[in-house]
């Protein structure tokens, strides 16, 4: 370890191949108690609740779940769970609650989920870092990943180990193959060792000082996280759209201190290359994370490719390691400690 | 009209009280349409689409018929609706779809219902406010709003009456009173007497520079919608979030130079105070808006009092009104042009 690496951060970040790793393992181990609860609850309202980048990232499980569930899913802040009850159910109502967690004890979800439980007939799924917490013992099925956990305050190794236990348990839950999942470890190992010395360069690159994050369906919460660890660990203004957003307003901010992150996603090359044009007609520097035989097809100012993942999920859970190394790299760039930045606690908890 | 008042947007913005009476007028005028769209329509899968400050807009006024029906509501962009739109239907399904749209023609949307209206059961209800338009002329019902039309760029008067008309729509649909709807005219028109000449001295006090908007439940969308009018309007760096989320991580970016403005929502005083504590030990300045009552609750630097709208969606809705006037006045004192900021597009059409 050089000194230059020498955050928390950037262990928990180069580890998260490995996490995930055992992070697949550890949901296929419970595929038949995945199964039984999926089965028990099919009909049932269903809804993410959580809170922080576990909110982000349910914006993108949420829609795995919708293709493999073949039904909405809903996204609700611990906040909203908690002080807007009655706009998500009703008394008696039967919910499938799904809560995505670190801590497993924000004080927002503990609390919702005591009150819900009286009103409500509810099955309660958690996904979990910490072994031991009180959402994880209310729940019916608690899948917990403890090697995930970090020293760190900003969630970067439990975050996308939250977000590829979901997704395989979603696609398991019915049936499913699980996809691209089990290709992610390698290629974020292949990211991190062709990349990390070009983020290195692009972090200390002063002449950007804030960044815009742009993804489409699955990518979006991923997007939306990539916004929010570069806001948490480096203390840089960051703003976060679904892509083809950007050109309804938010392209008016893009100047030439603008560090535009882009994931491809499925369907929509010349939806993107569109916006990706605007931004750089503004003087914004675009870095676009896809598919190797896509850069060609992109006029960028970085590319990073992801090979072997054709699917924009697990592109963009991959991929989410760019702005992890950004942040972490710019943090220390900025005299900012990345592991413990500005007085934030790992969680809330609330009186 | 004096000179420092000369922007269109301007104009626009303080002639909203009246805009609302007419558009509340014209939903009344449209009751049995409705109420039989929605009787024909009921049990379907139900979802807004919409762009921009409209999507941003309908992440509030979903809760109003999410309230009101009882059942989930999706909002989901155009742009997802369009590129992703396996994601949120299947073949055959049957959909109510509402569409939010000022003009009626942005290009994701035209394009995603022709090819919705041929895999699936759609009933559609727009909501527009240029009277004629392909949306509206696709739809089973429109209601049009032409007195909300803009010669500006970016929407105030037109976003604020298509939210109070879906807000009547959804109240009306199901036989309930129009609650506080036919207050806010009146509570708009005090709140200009009573705060323009502040909100121009907060808008020329320069030691701010990026704003964060907050609001929870039925405000959130509106909170949003107020970061995107000030991004637009003013080229300011913005960010929106729940209130409640602002406490897991977003608040380090807070600091001397953000001005943050608050939405009171039902239910949270405890919860607001503690994140408005946490954002002015950080340097924020803090502007709330709320009951009159709820003023010396409040430890804040700028408190905007709404008589007599005891509702946060009401008060959210007329509260829209301080930051309209912030980015308008922003926006001269920079020397930005509010009524055309850096080549935006009133609205958008794709290839």
Not at 10 to 33: D, G, L, N
Not at 108 to 118: N, Q, R, T, V
Not at 219 to 248: D, K, P, R, W
């Amino acid at each position: 370890m050089t000194t230059k690496n020498a955050s928390l951060s950037y262990q928990e970040i180069v580890s998260q191949p490995e996490a995930w790793e055992k992070t697949i393992e550890r949901v296929i181990e419970h595929r038949s108690a995945i199964e039984a609860l999926f089965r028990e609850t099919r009909g049932r309202q269903t809804m993410m609740v959580a809170c922080g980048s576990s909110y982000w990232g349910a914006r993108s499980t949420a829609l795995v779940l919708r293709e493999a569930a073949g039904q909405p899913v809903e996204t609700v802040t611990g906040g909203e769970f908690y002080v807007n009850a009655q706009n998500y159910y009703g008394a008696g109502d039967s919910l499938f609650v799904i809560v995505p967690s670190r801590s497993g004890q924000t004080g927002e979800i503990k609390k919702a989920l005591e009150i819900a439980k009286e009103r409500a007939d509810i099955k309660l799924l958690s996904v979990v870092v910490y072994e031991q917490s009180a959402v994880g013992e209310m729940s019916d099925l608690s899948i917990a990943l403890p090697w995930a956990n970090e020293e760190s305050v900003c969630q970067t190794k439990s975050f996308t180990s939250l977000i590829a236990a979901q997704a395989a348990v979603y696609r398991l839950a019915y049936g499913l193959p699980l996809g691209l999942l089990p290709a992610i470890p390698e290629a974020g190992r292949q990211l991190i060792e062709r990349y990390e010395e070009k983020l290195r360069q692009l972090a200390a690159d002063r002449s950007w000082s804030n960044l815009l994050a742009a993804g489409q369906g699955k990518a979006f919460g991923l997007a939306c996280e990539s916004a929010l660890i570069m806001i948490e660990m480096s203390e840089t203004q960051s703003n976060f759209y679904h892509t083809m957003e950007v050109a309804h307003g938010p392209n008016v901010v893009a100047s030439s201190e603008t560090l535009a992150i882009v994931f491809q996603s499925n369907h929509m090359l010349e939806h993107e290359r569109r916006v990706i044009r605007d931004l750089r007609q503004r003087g914004a520097k675009v870095l676009v994370i896809g598919e190797p035989e896509a850069e060609r097809e992109y006029e960028c100012d970085h590319f990073v490719a992801i090979p072997g993942i054709e699917d924009e999920f697990e592109r963009a859970l991959v991929g989410l390691i760019v702005p992890q190394l950004l942040a972490n790299f710019r943090a220390m760039e900025k005299g900012v400690n990345p592991d413990s930045p500005s007085d934030l606690n790992p969680w809330i908890s609330i009186p």
